[in-house]
T-cell receptor
Framework: TQLLEQSPQFLSIQEGENLTVYCNSS?????LQWYRQEPGEGPVLLVT?????EVKKLKRLTFQFGDARKDSSLHITAAQTGDTGLYLC?????????FGKGTMLLVSP | DTEVTQTPKHLVMGMTNKKSLKCEQH?????MYWYKQKAKKPPELMFV???????INESVPSRFSPECPNSSLLNLHLHALQPEDSALYLC??????????????FGDGTRLSIL
């Protein structure tokens, strides 16, 4: 069974602060996806990283895939209240996704 | 707005009731999924349909019965549920159940409460 560990599980910060969320596994994944889920909604895909060492930027969000394709990080610069939500990393297996336990981010004004 | 539509948004039912959850997508995706999500937890995979055939059943109790009438529709029939089945039920779809690097598109879920 492939497991994904996310840390921290919960993060409460002020608007304007920077933060990093980590996603780690002992298994190699062909790709890794990051989703954000807001209350009352389904998860929404933010990015897919495929190549070891890859870095992708989405406005204030920077995603990195580890060289060995076992870990990933999400860095948010100057967090905004609209960034509040559950951040999930998911590793791709055959026909399925293995989700990490998620990081609940609360950004206060 | 999500491209995967789930109905109803909320459902309250007794343990002896029979009800169905519905999911629809018109993106031409050939893989569809049912997940169960408890509060502040990640989604847990229940079933995968690939090209309208059940390809994965993650040891889900028989009181949950999936059905895929066609490539756009996915149902989840519920019967004799237990209070611990109360959760958010998410439907998702992807282009193909066999190709790699396939993002999943999620609906907003059905919030199910069992009395």
């Amino acid at each position: 069974t492939q497991l994904l560990e996310q840390s921290p599980q919960f993060l409460s910060i002020q608007e304007g602060e920077n933060l990093t969320v980590y996603c780690n596994s002992s298994s190699v994944f062909s790709s890794l996806q990051w989703y954000r889920q807001e209350p009352g909604e389904g998860p929404v895909l933010l990015v897919t990283v495929v190549t070891g060492g890859e870095v992708k930027k989405l406005k204030r969000l920077t995603f990195q895939f580890g060289d060995a394709r076992k870990d990933s990080s999400l860095h948010i610069t100057a967090a905004q209240t609209g960034d509040t939500g559950l951040y999930l990393c998911a590793g791709e297996g055959y026909s399925t996704l293995t989700f990490g336990k998620g990081t609940m981010l609360l950004v206060s004004p | 707005d999500t491209e995967v539509t789930q109905t109803p948004k909320h459902l309250v039912m007794g343990m002896t009731n029979k009800k169905s959850l519905k999911c629809e997508q018109h993106m031409g995706h050939r893989a569809m999924y049912w997940y169960k999500q408890k509060a502040k937890k990640p989604p847990e995979l229940m079933f995968v349909y690939s090209y309208e055939k059940l390809s994965i059943n993650e040891s889900v109790p028989s009181r949950f019965s999936p059905e895929c009438p066609n490539s756009s529709l996915l149902n989840l029939h519920l019967h004799a549920l237990q209070p611990e089945d109360s959760a958010l039920y998410l439907c998702a779809s992807s282009v193909s159940g066999t190709a790699s690097n396939q993002p999943q598109h999620f609906g907003d879920g059905t919030r199910l409460s069992i009395l």
